[in-house]
């Protein structure tokens, strides 16, 4: 009976949900964050799924233009000081207008 149920249907194999979603952010911690983080009395999954991806969203975008900062200075690696030269002028750009 391995990999059978009592009524001959082939079970299928569990998923995590860190597979189910395909993230590189770790949803299980975004989830014990936000129960203990004292934002609401409970918290749904739907919520967890989709502040992972917004994060993730970010991360790359931050990433992807510091690594294009980094580049225009003709280096191979990423310093604290492209970031966040990128954050600061972003956000003097968004609040100049």
């Known amino acids: ?3 059978r149920d009592r009524g001959g249907k082939v079970r299928i194999k569990a ?6 979603t395909g993230f590189q952010f770790p949803d299980g911690r975004v989830h014990r964050l936000l129960r203990k983080g004292n934002y609401a009395e409970r918290v749904g999954s739907g919520a967890l799924v989709y502040l992972a991806a917004v994060l993730e969203y970010l991360a790359a975008e931050v990433l992807e233009l510091a690594g294009n900062a980094t ?4 280096k191979t690696r ?3 000081r492209h970031p966040i030269g990128l954050i600061k002028t972003l956000f003097s ?3 100049s207008t």
């Open 71 to 74: 580049r225009d200075n003709k």
């Open 15 to 20: 998923k995590t949900r860190s597979a189910r």
């Open 93 to 95: 750009y968004y609040w």
């Open 78 to 80: 990423i310093i604290p």
């Open 1 to 3: 009976m391995s990999g």
